[in-house]
């Protein structure tokens, strides 16, 4: 079965400077959430979008903005990379039409910044 | 609020012994609960829900849980660990708002280590 996709895999960014997480969800699934996960943290919910709005908002910084496209993918976009920011991000995906709190995670995107 | 507490940092087992891993949530309704799965550097896999209905849950990999609204619980279990269950486990809480479903709230997760 489809999985969802996450890209890039690893990315690693200096201080300051931008990057761009791509998250596409699972076939038919129109909800999508990012988490971030920090080193021997828990994941903490930053965002979620349904239908390219905006669902919930978790901590996510001003720094970091997000938005679901017209295809269901989404793209997390962060500015001014600071070296707390170094984590690994999760987009997970569901769908109100199938059992609705059920979020199928990808494998994440590795950032680190130096 | 709601909030997850998972009381062991870490847990030992030895294969084939039995397990229980702890999980409390805090929160006003029904929640909705799950347990999730996380081996090192990989994504979180789902192992088993709770929404409503029968309160012992049986997920993947011989894993089932019990709900326990008096005691706010909702522990894993398994009768007989294999090796290959050593990982990060992740109890969480999600509710609904709007018609959709808002972002899980996880617990500190508990870190599995089976013993030969």
């Known amino acids: 079965a489809a999985g969802v996709i996450q890209s890039p895999r690893h990315l690693i960014k200096e201080k300051r400077e931008t990057a761009t997480l791509k998250c596409y969800p699972i076939?038919?699934?129109?909800?999508v959430y990012w988490y971030q996960q920090g080193p021997g943290q828990d994941p903490q919910f930053l965002i979620s979008?349904?239908?390219?709005?905006?669902?919930d908002k978790g901590s996510i910084p001003d720094r970091f903005s997000a938005q679901q496209f017209s295809d269901y993918h989404s793209e997390l976009n962060m500015s001014s990379l600071e070296l707390g920011d170094s984590a690994l991000y999760f987009c997970?995906?569901?769908?109100?039409?199938?059992?609705?709190?059920?979020?199928?995670f990808g494998p994440g995107t590795r950032l680190t910044v130096t | 609020a709601q909030s997850v507490t998972q009381p062991d940092i870490h847990i030992t087992v030895s294969e084939g012994a039995s397990l229980e891993l702890r999980c409390n949530y805090s929160?006003?309704?029904?929640?909705?609960l799950f347990w999730y799965v996380q081996s090192p550097g990989q994504g979180l896999q789902l192992l088993l829900k709770?929404?409503?209905?029968?309160?012992l849950v049986q997920g993947i990999k011989g894993f089932e849980a019990e709900f326990k609204r008096s005691q706010s619980s909702f522990n894993l279990r398994k009768p007989s660990v294999h090796w290959s269950d050593a990982a990060e486990y992740f109890c969480?809480?999600?509710?609904?708002?709007?018609?959709?479903?808002?972002?899980?709230?996880f617990g500190k997760g508990t870190h599995l280590i089976i013993q030969p």
């Open positions: 997970a995906s569901s769908t109100r039409r199938g059992p609705l709190y059920e979020q199928y």
């Open positions: 076939p038919r699934h129109d909800t």
């Open positions: 979008f349904y239908e390219k709005m905006q669902s």
């Open positions: 929160y006003g309704a029904t929640p909705y």
């Open positions: 709770y929404f409503s209905g029968d309160t």
């Open positions: 969480a809480v999600g509710e609904e708002s709007g018609g959709g479903a808002d972002g899980l709230t």
